[in-house]
């Protein structure tokens, strides 16, 4: 089942390395799709545990398996645009995250994911466990990022919060309860 999910979470970098000499903006296309495969993951990644509470489906096996794959395609999206966009000129960086102060929300996601990412191993996750409770000001983040980065919401970015405050409700609601 492990493999399967991972080659479905494969499949959007697969199509993007396939469609990316074709693209009008190969960089921008690269980045859209890593930023939304990070999202979405991100997101698929809270529901082992919501389904654990409501449906009594366990799941949680596979919660490691999706952060892991979300923390790859923020990886990829954070490279895009330092590598591939700004390539690597700290001026760049600093010019256009001033223009653009998303930027700097999607940085201290990508921190957050980054510790967690670094303490998932099983000798460290037992020391660090209590932290990755971040995870959901790194979502909360990562939504207001993507939100604020697009010119005109549609439905998919309101589908997506939608989703995001789903969720991050029923965990409030859960620890409420607890």
Same mark, same amino acid.
């Given at each position: 089942?492990?493999?399967?999910?991972?080659?479905?979470?494969?499949?959007?970098?697969?199509?993007?390395?396939?469609?990316?000499?074709?693209?009008?903006?190969?960089? /921008?296309?690269? #980045?859209?799709?890593?930023?939304?495969?990070?999202?979405?993951?991100?997101?698929?990644?809270?529901?082992?545990?919501?389904?654990?509470?409501?449906?009594?489906?366990?799941? !949680?096996?596979?919660? /490691? +398996?999706?952060?892991?794959?979300?923390?790859?395609? +923020?990886?990829?999206?954070?490279?895009?645009?330092?590598?591939?966009?700004?390539?690597?000129?700290?001026?760049?960086? !600093?010019?256009?995250?001033? &223009?653009?102060?998303?930027?700097? !929300?999607?940085?201290?996601?990508?921190?957050?994911?980054?510790?967690?990412?670094? +303490?998932?191993? /099983?000798?460290?996750?037992? &020391?660090? #466990?209590?932290?990755? /409770?971040?995870?959901?000001?790194?979502?909360?983040?990562?939504?207001?990022?993507? %939100?604020?980065?697009?010119?005109?919401?549609?439905? %998919?970015?309101? #589908?997506?919060?939608?989703?995001?405050?789903?969720?991050?409700?029923?965990?409030?609601?859960?620890?409420?309860?607890?």
């Amino acid at each position: 089942m492990k493999i399967l999910l991972i080659f479905l979470a494969l499949l959007p970098l697969m199509w993007a390395g396939y469609t990316l000499p074709s693209a009008i903006d190969p960089i /921008k296309m690269l #980045s859209n799709v890593t930023g939304v495969g990070a999202i979405v993951l991100l997101l698929i990644s809270l529901l082992p545990s919501t389904c654990k509470r409501l449906c009594h489906f366990n799941f !949680i096996k596979y919660r /490691k +398996t999706l952060g892991l794959l979300a923390f790859m395609y +923020t990886l990829f999206h954070v490279s895009a645009f330092v590598i591939l966009d700004a390539e690597l000129d700290l001026t760049f960086l !600093i010019e256009k995250s001033l &223009k653009k102060p998303f930027i700097y !929300i999607g940085a201290i996601a990508f921190v957050i994911l980054l510790f967690m990412a670094l +303490t998932s191993f /099983k000798k460290l996750f037992a &020391k660090f #466990s209590t932290y990755h /409770k971040a995870v959901y000001l790194a979502l909360a983040l990562a939504l207001f990022h993507s %939100f604020w980065a697009q010119k005109v919401a549609g439905v %998919f970015e309101y #589908s997506v919060v939608a989703v995001g405050v789903v969720l991050l409700g029923e965990r409030v609601w859960a620890w409420k309860r607890a």
